[in-house]
Each structure stands twice: as C-alpha cells, then as structure tokens.
C-alpha cells in the first residue's frame, strides 16, 4: 500500500468509525437523531410530534376559559399586568401574591398582547383567549419534551400526563387554569428527574426557581434529605438554604410591592399571628376525609386519571421512598391546611405530582412484564428509570428556561417596580387602560363588567370584615353585568336588611332582592328563604315574616340542614313579636 492509498484508507475508516458513532447513538446530540437503547431513531421523531400534537390540542381546549366560564381565569391571569395590575386587590390573597414568577410572566404576555391602545373590546377578548391558551399549551410541551428526553418509555408517561390534566375540566372544583400551576409541574418534575441521576445542583437551581411559580414545589426540598451520599450536615445545609432562597425572596419581592404576607404564607396570613391561627389539623382533615369519602361520581378519588391513587397504593418500593415522602408531604400539606373550600377538592393541584406518580408507576408495570429488573437500586444511588441517552438535552433547556422565565418575570417586576415609584406614576393610575375608539371605559369598568365573579369575591371579603357598605357596592355591581347572580342577590339582600348601620337598610329593595333569589331558586334553599324572611320582618311585613319563617323549618329539616332550622327558630320569635331581625344578635346565615 503506497502513501496515498493509505491516507484514502485511514479517512475512510475514520469517516466510517464517526459515522458509526453517529448512528449507535454516541454522545446526547447523536442520540437525538439515531438509535438509542436499541430503539428506532423515528421513535424519539414520533414522540416529539404527538407531543407536539397534544399541546396543540390543549391550547384549544383551555384558550377560551379566560373569558367564557369563571371570571377568575382572567382576573388572576392578568393581575401581574402593568395595564391591568390586580396584585394590591384583596381578592389575591397573601398566598397567590407570592406566586410571582407566573403572575408577572402572564402579566408580561398579556401586556405586549394588548400593547395597542386603539384595540375593540372584542378584540381585546381574542388576544386574551389566544394568550391564555399559548401559555398554558407551552408550559405543558416543554414537561413533554423533558420528560420524553429523559425517559425510555416516555410515550405512556405523557399520554398518562394529558389524561390526567383532563380531570381539572370537571366540575369537583371548576374549570380553573392558574398562571402557576403548569409550570409548577414542570419545575416539580425536573426536580425529580435531576436527583434521581444525582445532579443535586441542578435540582437545588430548580427547585429555588420553582418555588417562585408555586410555593408547593419546596416539598422537592425533602429529597436532599435522602442524598445518601452526602453527609447528614450538609443535607440539611442545602435543605435549609433552599428555604431560605424562597423565604427571603419571597419577602424582598413582596415589600418592594408594598404587599404583605407572612414568610410562609397559609391561606391568606399576612404575618405570623395568623400563620398560627388557623383551625386545628384534626378539624381540617377530617373535613377532607368526609369530602373524600362522600359518595359521588365526581369524587377526589378520580383525580389525576386515577394515578393518584395508584400510586398511594402500588407505589411502596424502597427505592421509591424519597418520591413517596414528597409525595406524601404534598397531599398532607392540602389535608392539613385551613383552606376553604377543602384544599382536597381543588383537584387541578393534583398534577402537580402527576408526572412523577406515572413515572413510578410506569416502573412498576415494566416490572412485572418483566422489562427491567425489580431490584431496589435506587437506595443505593443506582438510577432505577430507564434513562434514555438523550437526558444530557435537559441541562440546556433547564438553563433556557430559567433564564427566559426569571429573565421576563424580573423585566415585568422592575416595570411595576417602577410604577410604583413616587414622582413616576400614581399608584392608583397602574392597572389603568383604555378598550376601544369609541365610548373609551377604563380597566377597572371593564373588570366590572367582565369579571362579576371577582366582584363577588371582594365583595363576601367586604362583608366577612364587617364593611358593609363596600360589601353593597361590589354586590350592587355584581348585579349590573349578571342580574340573576343568586349569591350576589341573596347578599345584597342580607345587608339591605339586617346591616347594623340603619342607613343601609332598605327593606323594599330587600325583599325584591331576596324574592328573585328565591324565584331562580324555586324556593328549595333554606338560607334564601331565611334572607326573604328577615327581608318581609326590615319591610314591616311581619305576617309573612312569620309565614316564611315557617317555611325556612320546613325546607332545612328536607335537606338535613338542622343547624339553619335550629337558627330559625330564634328569627320566628322575633318575627312573632313584632321585632326585626339585627345582623349584631347572630352572623349571617
């Protein structure tokens, strides 16, 4: 052989030993676009499209549910908005404040969606539903795309994903879709997916990052606990640190906003007083064992595609036990808390875990078909899941989507920041916009009109503090865009008869109120009916006070409402003397 054809020869075979490389999978980018564990290399081609196929398919399916259905979907989306700032409003809540990383993300899309002044509401209405259902479709495609990356058998665990996320449409706690709770899932799961192949940095990163979408994803904390491999102090150093990062975080954020909460917000405490205040736990969770254990087809039982519960079932294997702890202090933590209604029945924060309770599951199953072996590596820092090759693509994207989602949520941050500054703009002019050529109305009339359910809300905070004449302004507006709203009926009607201030009280307007409430009601509520009486009794009216009265027994012992009957009888004797009902004698029904 001479030189040249030596040369020729050694490029051949070194071209031929690279493409051999190539198509065997070597290294994570080669791995994207060949064969990996003896798969097909149109496997990962396939997965990615249908992937792509279901996000699809889920941004039609929650795009319209920002302005059709419950009003809260927009109300809470658009809150980190600078033209529709809602974050100083009662309604969010100590706890939803702190949730700032998807607030001011949302708020961010939806500012440069309507960044046109001369927009129609209608068309403000199409950007909203387009926006919505982009963000929510594109938090759920990046979790496919980490979890096909990083999984073999990727293709069940995202099909058990979508099928999981359609619970949240049933009625058990309304079609409720929350600027947090996507990415929370994504952030939950790569927590996950890091410490199982010990990348404890990563998880840490994530984890911190997490926590600022939705405080829950801190239970990823626990995992540092089962480092094995790490010394005990240490564990609990970066245990400790990771809360830290969050508490002191959280504050910061919160005070330059002039929002308040506690460090650790539970329900909507805004200091430690009331962190400690609520009921006890026992008292809680068996409110959720009866809501759990109640015969119904829409039971919590059902969540999650009914992985949640087969995981809590079959998911007990040693090296699960890191998983099943996080898994268990997340659903303690919804059983334990004070939170009204039970946190149980909010069953769209159930898939929070989905993703991890069909990875264990998927384990399991392959088990016993024999696939993998049962052994119990996990407890020994050998990773259990059938990692594909291609899990090196998660530490770009994980960086990516870091950047992108701080990196858009502290611009947002720093606009609000800013707007807030003395000498720049009035307080009360953020949140501020003009819909619309013609008949120009600002955010807060468009809010009114739109949003009658966040009307409704301020207005019940209104009437639980005591304040009543506000409490009658929200309920008043209520009325204006939803005339047949029975809450906002029957409320308005409670305060027009009973307020302790005299001047409110109109027992006229009372008992039309309560009257329509009853209509629409067919009169088979027993505290509607009560309104109506204490209405008849402000009027004057005592006859049919004492009348109806009657009828609030009779309609409470139907329904096993013994409570509402036994308050009753004490309205009936002040009807029967001639005596109005005082809202300072008794609390509202």
Request: aromatic content about 12%; charged content about 15%; overall charge positive.
């Amino acid at each position: 052989m001479n030189l040249r054809n030596g040369a020729s020869w050694l490029a051949n075979l070194k071209l031929n030993s690279l493409k051999t490389r190539l198509l065997n999978g070597g290294g994570a980018l080669g791995g994207i676009f060949s064969r990996r564990n003896g798969g097909p290399s149109s496997l990962l081609f396939f997965e990615l499209f249908m992937v792509l196929s279901l996000s699809v398919s889920y941004f039609f399916l929650v795009r319209n549910y920002i302005t059709r259905g419950d009003t809260m979907n927009r109300y809470v989306f658009n809150a980190g908005s600078e033209k529709f700032y809602q974050l100083d409003q009662p309604i969010m809540g100590a706890h939803w404040d702190s949730r700032l990383s998807g607030l001011l993300f949302s708020g961010a899309m939806i500012d440069f969606a309507v960044r046109e002044h001369t927009l129609t509401g209608e068309q403000i209405l199409e950007r909203f539903n387009n926006v919505f259902g982009l963000y929510h479709a594109f938090w759920l495609l990046l979790l496919f795309f980490a979890v096909t990356f990083a999984l073999r058998h990727s293709l069940f665990i995202n099909l058990g994903i979508f099928a999981g996320l359609m619970y949240n449409f049933s009625p058990i706690s309304g079609p409720y879709f929350y600027p947090w709770d996507m990415p929370a899932m994504l952030f939950f799961t790569l927590a996950v997916l890091f410490f199982e192949r010990r990348q404890m940095f990563l998880m840490a990163v994530v984890t911190c990052a997490g926590c600022f979408f939705k405080e829950t994803v801190l239970v990823c904390a626990l995992l540092v606990l089962f480092a094995s491999h790490w010394k005990w102090g240490k564990r609990i150093l970066t245990f400790a640190g990771i809360v830290t990062v969050y508490v002191l975080g959280k504050k910061l954020l919160l005070s330059q906003l002039h929002l308040h909460a506690a460090a650790l917000s539970l329900g909507d405490a805004t200091n430690l007083r009331g962190w400690l205040a609520p009921a006890l736990p026992v008292e809680n969770l068996f409110e959720n064992l009866k809501v759990l254990f109640s015969p119904t087809l829409n039971s919590v039982i059902f969540a999650n595609a009914g992985t949640l519960a087969a995981v809590l079932v079959l998911g007990w294997r040693r090296r699960f036990l890191p998983y099943m702890t996080v898994i268990l202090a997340f659903i303690a933590g919804l059983v334990l808390l004070p939170l009204k209604p039970p946190g149980i029945t909010e069953v769209r924060v159930f898939m929070q875990i989905l993703p991890l309770s069909l990875i264990l599951l998927s384990e399991r199953w392959l088990e016993q078909a024999g696939s993998v072996p049962a052994g119990e590596g996990s407890a020994g820092f050998t990773p259990a899941w059938v990692v594909r090759k291609t899990f090196p693509v998660l530490l770009p994207m994980t960086i990516l989507l870091i950047a992108l989602s701080t990196g858009v949520a502290a611009w947002q941050y720093h606009i609000i920041f800013e707007d807030l500054q003395p000498g720049h703009r009035a307080r009360s002019e953020l949140g501020k916009y003009n819909i619309g050529p013609q008949g120009l109305i600002s955010n807060q009339e468009f809010l009114r009109s739109e949003n009658s359910f966040a009307e409704l809300k301020l207005g019940m905070i209104s009437m639980e503090n005591g304040q009543d004449s506000a409490a009658i302004n929200h309920y008043q507006r209520v009325l204006e865009s939803d005339t047949n709203s029975v809450i906002a009926l029957n409320n308005l009607a409670w305060l027009l008869a009973t307020a302790s201030d005299s001047g409110l009280r109109n027992g006229q307007e009372a008992v039309r109120l309560a009257e329509q409430a009853c209509q629409l009601t067919h009169y088979q509520e027993a505290a509607l009916i009560e309104t109506l009486a204490a209405a008849y009794a402000e009027a004057g009216r005592f006859n049919d006070a004492v009348a109806t009265a009657q009828k609030v027994r009779t309609v409470a012992l139907a329904h096993g409402q013994k409570e509402i009957a036994a308050r009753n009888e004490q309205s009936l004797e002040l009807y029967q003397s001639g005596r109005a009902y005082h809202q300072e004698a008794r609390p509202a029904p």
